[in-house]
């Protein structure tokens, strides 16, 4: 076996080892041979390596089966802190979590003005900010993971941004350059996905949907407990697939978008005509709701119905063992999955087998940022310079 060949199994090994360890911890080096098939050696001089590193402590020891008490091994979660950021239409949520993602600090702020310009300088504060939250670790600050709604190209470019007009942004670029350290873009519903898996509703699903339901609609999809992005990275965007042939003019170039619908967006605008007023509030509405308010109650059986008509063909497109759905209007009024229920299994196909679960978001609101922060979290510690260094 030639240099080469041996540093990519040491890698590999190392690998391995540092995911037992996270996924089973407190564990022996005799229990992470027995796990991995990996030689006592070998598990012996990586582990040596993943202490030096300060990603692997020992704690002790552990009880006996018979001769000496085990050494125990724990993964180091406080040996760096990850930020994650959600860029909404309205909002910005910035998060700190230790390499387990965990939230050690949480940072929200409404937005009066979307444009990237008026943005870009708030996003910058909010991570100086809460960077400055991270206690003293070996590796400090290990990278910036970003929830974009809209567009993103697999090449980390904001395309284009359907709510807020922004277009080919390399923001990316803009964060390596002020903060030095990774930046990992993505869809905002993608990173919703991938916190919902790690941690909330679709854990032990292999295959499911993640659906964002805000001023828009975007999609995250799970294909054998991995994200699919399509060929260029934009899968997903099924806010934007054709519900209504001649109907409304879309922000995106189309008509009749199943988030002009189907949104929360759609709700309010839709509950305001009802009511001849300005503006509804998602605290007006649930109180209406829970009022049993006729026009409230019309609004919300109306939004359920076009959410279950986009579910429907999500359902056949993806045969999913669960689809989560993430809105501040579920949320808070869950008696609409009855509505959306009852369209699905009008619309469904006979053939398809109703196997699937549909799930209330366990994340909230955290859930894009959380997602974004742990993709940043994988990429350290499986693909960064720190663990391939031999």
């Not at 030095?180 to 949907?209: H, M, W």
């Not at 045969?319 to 808070?332: D, F, G, K, Q, T």
């Not at 509505?339 to 799930?359: E, F, G, L, M």
Request: charge should be neutral; aromatic fraction near 8%.
């Amino acid at each position: 076996m030639n240099t080469a060949d041996q540093s990519f199994v040491k890698i590999h090994n190392q690998k391995i080892i540092l995911n037992n360890i996270i996924h089973h911890y407190p564990v022996s080096r005799a229990k992470l041979s027995q796990m991995t098939k990996l030689n006592k050696a070998t598990i012996s001089s990586q582990t040596a390596s993943l202490i030096e590193k300060k990603l692997v402590t020992e704690i002790g020891t552990g009880s006996s089966s018979g001769g000496r008490k085990p050494v125990m091994l724990v993964f180091n979660k406080d040996a760096g802190y990850a930020i994650g950021v959600d860029i909404g239409v309205t909002y910005m949520l910035t998060m700190l979590t230790d390499l387990e993602g965990n939230m050690i600090y949480s940072d929200y702020i409404e937005l009066e003005d979307n444009s990237f310009e008026a943005v870009e300088p708030i996003l910058l504060e909010r991570i100086e900010l809460v960077s400055k939250k991270a206690p003293l670790s070996p590796y400090g600050i290990i990278g910036i993971g970003v929830g974009i709604h809209g567009f993103v190209n697999r090449e980390e470019m904001v395309i284009f941004t359907p709510n807020s007009k922004w277009k080919d942004v390399n923001l990316k670029k803009i964060l390596e350059e002020r903060f030095r350290c990774p930046v990992l873009i993505d869809n905002e519903a993608n990173t919703g996905a991938y916190g919902e898996k790690l941690f909330g509703a679709i854990r032990q699903c292999k295959n499911s949907v993640y659906v964002s339901l805000g001023i828009g609609i975007g999609l995250g999809i799970v294909v054998n407990d991995e994200l699919y992005r399509g060929t260029e990275g934009f899968s997903g965007e099924m806010g934007h697939m054709t519900i209504d042939f001649n109907g409304k003019q879309c922000g995106c170039g189309n008509q009749g978008c199943w988030e002009l619908y189907a949104s929360e967006k759609a709700f309010y605008q839709n509950l305001s005509h009802l009511k001849n007023v300005e503006k509804v509030t998602l605290e007006q509405a649930s109180k209406w709701i829970q009022e049993n308010d006729g026009d409230a109650l019309k609004a919300l059986k109306e939004f359920g119905y076009y959410v279950g008509v986009g579910l429907t063909n999500i359902i056949n497109t993806f045969n999913p063992e669960a689809i989560v759905i993430r809105s501040n209007l579920i949320e808070s009024n869950p008696i609409v999955l009855n509505w959306i229920q009852s369209t699905i299994s009008s619309r469904i196909s006979r053939y398809v087998h109703q196997s699937h679960q549909i799930y209330i978001s366990q994340l909230n609101r955290n859930a894009t940022a959380l997602g974004a922060a742990s993709l940043i979290i994988q990429h350290f510690l499986m693909d960064s310079k720190y663990i391939n260094a031999n």
